[in-house]
């Protein structure tokens, strides 16, 4: 009768026809989806998915599911939108399970928060699944603790697309002077702004750096570096987006760990 996915001692809710789940589909690894993800997708009639989105997550699903890309790159402000909410209302209305599958956490730096608006304010009913987000699961997977006590006792998730101006770049100071570490989604493309920005507040030019390109992927790959050298180490290396940028002390935790760190 259900399609849901079955777990022992666990009752996962039915997906309803009419109903929208924006989920969270985590950062690449398709061990990284949580079991209300999965048993989305298992029960899913059309999945409506973001260009961030593994195709290993996708070929999870089976095979009388509708598999629409909503055609957005991450990063990028996206024209289409409203086009993408549009969509989902349509969906729903028709009867369909619409599943909005997003890289990642929706609600982080992913737009979820203006699709469920959209979908609330045209009466759709909706669930919200949280994923796994990029900047944490991410660092994790290239051995890097997001915090510990030796370290630092916070940590700053920010977005480096914006558009120039002076008063994006105080910000960055402001950033600085807090002495926590900074996690930077979509920083790839004005990194060489940003590091000099952060020096220019204060930050030390050998802070330690670390660039994660397509974490928890097959194709993950890890720079670690310092502040003066990241944009030269990225250009050299060849490393593109999608990305994770972290800055701050606890980088260098990762010498120690990886030798032991079982790799996925
Ligand atoms: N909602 C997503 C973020 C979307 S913004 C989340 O919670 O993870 C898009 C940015 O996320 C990318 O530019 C990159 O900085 C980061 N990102 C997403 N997936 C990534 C991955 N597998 N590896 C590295 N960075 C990733």
């Known amino acids: 009768l259900t399609r849901a996915v079955q777990v022992e001692g666990l009752t996962l809710p039915v997906f309803q026809p009419g109903e929208v789940w924006l989920t969270g589909a985590g950062p690449g690894d398709p061990g990284l ?19 961030l989105v593994n ?4 070929k999870l699903a089976g095979p009388g599911v509708v598999l629409e890309s ?15 909410t549009e969509r989902l209302i349509e969906l729903a209305r028709q009867g369909q399970r619409v599943l909005r599958l997003k890289g990642g956490d929706p609600f982080v730096f992913g ?5 469920a608006a959209g979908l609330a304010a045209a009466g759709i009913s909706f669930r919200i699944i949280p994923g796994l987000t990029a900047g944490l699961a991410g660092l994790a997977y290239a051995n890097i603790p997001a ?13 480096g697309q914006y558009a120039a101006g002076t008063e994006r770049a105080l910000e960055w100071s402001a950033l600085a002077q807090s002495g926590l570490p900074i996690i930077i989604y979509m ?3 004005r990194l060489p702004e940003i590091a000099n920005a952060l020096m220019t ?16 992927t097959p194709r993950q790959r890890v720079l670690v570096t310092t502040l003066s050298r990241v944009a030269v180490d990225v250009t050299a290396q060849g490393l593109g987006s999608p990305s994770i940028v972290a800055i701050g002390e606890m980088v ?12 996925f």
């Open 201 to 216: 507040a204060g930050l030390s030019p050998e802070t330690a750096v670390a660039v994660v390109c397509e974490a928890t």
């Open 187 to 189: 920083g790839m493309s």
């Open 111 to 115: 737009r979820g928060g203006e699709e």
């Open 252 to 263: 260098r935790l990762r010498a120690a760990l990886s030798p032991f760190a079982i790799a």
């Open 147 to 159: 915090t510990t006590r030796d370290t630092n006792h916070g940590v700053i998730l920010v977005t």
């Open 33 to 51: 989806l949580t079991l209300h993800a999965l048993s989305a997708i298992s029960q899913a009639d059309i999945i409506l998915y973001d260009a």
């Open 55 to 58: 195709d290993a997550v996708l």
């Open 70 to 84: 909503a055609g957005k790159r991450g990063g990028r402000p996206s024209p289409n939108q409203r086009d993408i």
